[in-house]
């Protein structure tokens, strides 16, 4: 199946700082999703993106769509302790018989020291 | 409360005893997911459907089946379970014009000995 390298693969920060992470794929997407998951629970949307070089904020996240449409990032402006989590990347192929076929990323795994 | 309703959360069970997953959904979506998670590997998908009666192969739909006989549910069936299949399982649902802005639901955590 289809790759995506999201990196990096963790990360231990401190409160306060900004966080960057990315994901990278061979194949175009024409919507990159972010999600964030907390432990035992399953993954939550944070951020859509669905027009190529399309940037998007949502409170301290910001991502964009990647203008070849085969990367995006995610950054995190001034972490706190409840950013702690594992975020997600996932691509949607851009259509054909492939339509509906969702990929993730590896994931990043966040840790925040207070 | 919109939601995405798994049973069983917990699992333990042999290799070779069928077993099914169930998933149900309250927002009328379309569109509906299985996906495993396994540590260093993230998510993978193992089937999806885009209405009822319609379903795909995802990545890894090896050992596992799935039906889409009414829009609310997605069970996922595994006939012969094998250990190799030990992992968290989460279903999602989407409405397709949302262009999968997907609702995943709690997991379910299978052991297969």
């Known amino acids: 199946g289809q790759q995506l390298n999201q990196s990096p693969q963790s990360m231990f920060i401190q409160e306060g700082e900004d966080v960057s992470m990315n994901c990278t794929s061979s194949s175009i997407f024409n919507t990159w999703l972010w999600y964030k998951q907390d432990p035992g629970e399953g993954p939550v949307l944070l951020i859509a993106l669905y027009k190529a070089g399309e940037l998007t904020s949502n409170g301290r996240l910001t991502a964009q769509f990647g203008i070849t449409r085969k990367d995006s990032f995610l950054n995190i402006s001034a972490s706190i302790p409840s950013d702690v989590g594992i975020y997600f990347c996932?691509?949607?192929?851009?259509?054909?018989?492939?339509?509906?076929?969702?990929?993730f990323g590896q994931g990043t795994i966040l840790t925040v020291h207070p | 409360e919109a939601q995405v309703t798994q049973n069983p959360r917990y699992l333990i069970t042999v290799t070779g005893k069928k077993l099914t997953v169930t998933c149900s959904q309250n927002?009328?979506?379309?569109?509906m997911s299985w996906y495993r998670q396994d540590p260093g590997l993230g998510l993978r998908q193992i089937y999806y459907?885009?209405?009822?009666?319609?379903?795909d192969k995802g990545d890894v739909p090896e050992g596992y089946k799935v039906s889409r006989k009414e829009k609310r549910n997605f069970p996922l069936i595994l006939e012969s379970p094998s250990p190799n299949q030990t992992s968290l399982y989460f279903c999602?649902?989407?409405?397709?014009?949302?262009?999968?802005?997907?609702?995943f639901g709690e997991g379910s955590r299978l052991t297969v000995l």
């Open positions: 999602a649902s989407s409405r397709l014009s949302l262009g999968l802005e997907l609702f």
């Open positions: 927002m009328n979506h379309e569109y």
């Open positions: 996932a691509g949607l192929n851009a259509g054909g018989t492939s339509y509906g076929k969702l990929t």
């Open positions: 459907s885009m209405n009822v009666e319609v379903t």
